[in-house]
């Protein structure tokens, strides 16, 4: 069994980020820059949000953040959403979720200029993953395609099967295994004989939110595993994946944490630096 390391190949985005970052500072004088935007105080969104803040400077990135109060009104978030869209300085705008009940997320996303919509979430990118042309495709999803590929995975012609279909991670996950020509079978809660589906899996993504829900039962020998999951389990951080046994069986597998959640950061700054990348090439 081999061990994903999504820690380690992370790091190596992150460098490599960091050089071409440097290149185009000296080409250009420009550096990418990514506005965080977190509304209220909820704890867990808050360290996500200085994780990010973090690594943009680490990066060599400008960090723009707006920390704006719980009760704020749609109205006020809109407005700020339009400066940033405006702002020439700002190639990526990063809207932390969950936002508080007044606000309609879905408003809130589709307002991000989709050419700095780093996260990937806005209707237009959404289209364009579908079509096939995507330049900013959601982060975790691509994340995992990265490991599978860091660790020379064949996708093609494999049968990837996915457990869960958010449009965070299971849809759009599907739509990029599909691009690299995988046979992709969606489960969710209404799947019927959920253990015969994921037992015919070459590729098996768990992104259910439920710890330790895929038993070794539920898993062929040789199956790439990949652990979205996060979930608290008496205050420790535990995959969708009961890892132990399932590792028996896996011919790679991803553990939590290290797995695909370094990813996820890595390819949020990588966005960034693509839609930099994009707004130099529209100057010139
Ligand atoms: P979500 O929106 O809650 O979606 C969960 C999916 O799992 C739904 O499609 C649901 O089906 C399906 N599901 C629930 N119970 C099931 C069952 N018994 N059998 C089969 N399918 C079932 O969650 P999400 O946002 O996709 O996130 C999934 C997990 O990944 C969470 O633990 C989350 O914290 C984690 N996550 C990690 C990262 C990262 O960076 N590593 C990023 C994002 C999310 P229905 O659609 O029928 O309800």
Redesign the pocket.
Same mark, same amino acid.
């Given at each position: 069994m081999v061990l994903i390391d999504g820690k380690k190949v992370s790091i190596e985005i992150r460098n490599r980020l960091a050089e071409e970052t440097q290149e185009l500072k000296k080409k250009t004088g420009k550096i990418p820059g990514l506005a965080t935007v977190l509304v209220g105080d909820d704890p867990a969104s808050a360290v996500y949000v200085r994780n990010k803040n973090k690594t943009c400077l680490e990066l060599g990135y400008q960090s723009f953040e707006k920390k704006l109060s719980s009760d704020i009104s749609e109205t006020q978030l809109l407005q700020l959403i339009k400066e940033l869209n405006s702002n020439e300085d700002v190639h990526g705008i990063l809207v932390q979720l969950p936002l508080p009940d007044q606000i309609d997320s879905e408003k809130i996303l589709q307002a991000i200029d989709p050419d700095k919509d780093v996260d990937g979430f806005h209707p237009i990118n959404v289209g364009r993953l579908v079509v096939g042309n995507a330049l900013l495709t959601p982060?975790?999803p691509t994340?995992i395609i990265e490991l599978l590929d860091h660790y020379g995975i064949e996708i093609s012609g494999k049968h990837a099967v996915i457990?869960?279909?958010?449009?965070?991670?299971?849809k759009p996950v599907s739509m990029l295994l599909l691009q690299r020509n995988a046979t992709i079978t969606i489960?969710?809660? +209404?799947?019927k004989n959920?253990e015969e589906v994921t037992r015919c899996a070459d590729i098996l993504v768990?992104? $259910? =939110? +439920?710890a330790n829900?895929v038993t070794a039962e539920m898993v062929s020998e040789d199956t790439v595993v990949i652990d $979205? =999951?996060?979930?608290r389990v008496d205050g420790k951080l535990t995959?969708?994946v009961d890892f132990e046994p399932v590792s028996k069986k896996a011919s790679h597998i991803t553990p939590?944490p290290g797995?695909?959640?370094p990813?996820?950061?890595a390819l949020l700054m990588e966005n960034t630096l693509k839609a930099f990348k994009k707004s130099i090439e529209e100057e010139s």
């Open positions: 982060c975790t994340g457990m869960g279909r958010s449009n965070i991670v299971g489960c969710h809660s +209404r799947t959920l768990a992104a $259910v =939110g +439920r829900f $979205v =999951g996060i979930n995959g969708d939590v797995g695909v959640g990813m996820t950061i």
